[in-house]
């Protein structure tokens, strides 16, 4: 079983910034690709980053490009999103997950295990 928590998430003020963090239980981290999605109120969770096993490979939405940074630390245990130039529009719940592949896809339906998720409100 694997378990995902993550971490970081909080109030900031819009050009500020945030570093969340994915810690995942289980010997297997390493060998999948990982992800973080972000569910507004009212609105689909929907794809922000993704990052393959090795972490050579990322892809991220077209609305962070630029502004967020996915990373993973292998040895332990634990994936990033450095988020920075935030703007109001960031303010959601963010969830890391899991894929069941070792590199990443844009769709929820390839992620296996999924995070309770963090609040990251970005004030104006």
């Known amino acids: 079983q694997v378990q995902l928590v993550e971490s970081g998430g909080g109030l900031v003020q819009a050009g500020g910034s945030l570093r969340l963090s994915c810690e995942a239980s289980g010997r297997t981290f390493s060998s999948y690709a990982m992800g973080w999605f972000r569910q507004a109120p009212g609105k689909e969770r929907v794809f922000v980053a993704g990052?393959?096993?090795?972490?050579?490979?990322?892809t991220y939405a077209d609305s962070v490009k630029g502004r967020f940074t996915i990373s993973r630390d292998n040895a332990k245990n634990t994936m990033y999103l450095q988020m920075n130039s935030l703007k109001p529009e960031d303010t959601a719940v963010y969830y890391c997950a899991r894929h069941s592949d070792y590199v990443p896809s844009n769709g929820p339906d390839r992620y296996d295990y999924w995070g309770q998720g963090t609040q990251v409100t970005v004030s104006s």
């Open positions: 990052i393959s096993w090795s972490g050579g490979l990322t």
